[in-house]
């Protein structure tokens, strides 16, 4: 995965966040209230936090962060969508379901891509360890620089 990788993709959740809260907003119609927006809010918040993990000083904690923010969401959705399941037919809504269960599934796939992210660069900088010590060792010893005169 390259550099840049994992921040697109954060910022590809965010972006399919705002959209898919924008639909359910639309969908809703007259009945349409500010909670139908929470997917957009959220995936504002991957917007953002896509943008900061450009800078490969704040990459690590901007993605743990937005990880962090799709385990909890996915959570969220996840049991809302379940507790949508169980409600008798008539009181159960399949506009509220299906963006739930999206939000779920995005959320669920985004930490899968992030954890692999992280087991990857992992294996990265262990080569590098290898290669490092093992360049080391077969380098030559460096000779000593010779003691100056003494001066007297």
């Not at 639309?26 to 009945?31: F, I, P, S």
């Not at 953002?48 to 969220?76: E, Q, T």
């Not at 692999?116 to 290669?131: G, Y």
């Not at 077969?138 to 000779?143: E, G, K, R, V, Y």
């Amino acid at each position: 995965m390259s550099k840049f990788g994992i921040p697109l993709t954060t910022i590809a959740l965010g972006l399919a966040l705002v959209g898919l809260g924008m639909l359910s907003h639309y969908l809703a119609g007259a009945e349409a209230s500010t909670t139908a927006l929470i997917p957009s809010f959220v995936g504002g918040g991957f917007l953002i936090i896509g943008g900061i993990s450009f800078s490969p000083k704040l990459r690590k904690h901007a993605i743990h962060g937005a990880l962090v923010l799709a385990l909890l969401l996915g959570a969220m959705t996840l049991y809302m969508a379940i507790k949508e399941l169980l409600k008798p037919a008539e009181e159960s809504s399949a506009r509220k379901l299906f963006a739930f269960e999206t939000t779920a599934v995005l959320c669920i796939t985004y930490i899968v891509i992030g954890v692999r992210s992280f087991i990857h660069a992992r294996k990265l900088r262990k080569q590098a360890d290898k290669a490092m010590k093992k360049a080391e060792k077969a380098a030559p010893p460096t000779p000593a620089e010779p003691e100056a005169p003494a001066e007297g």
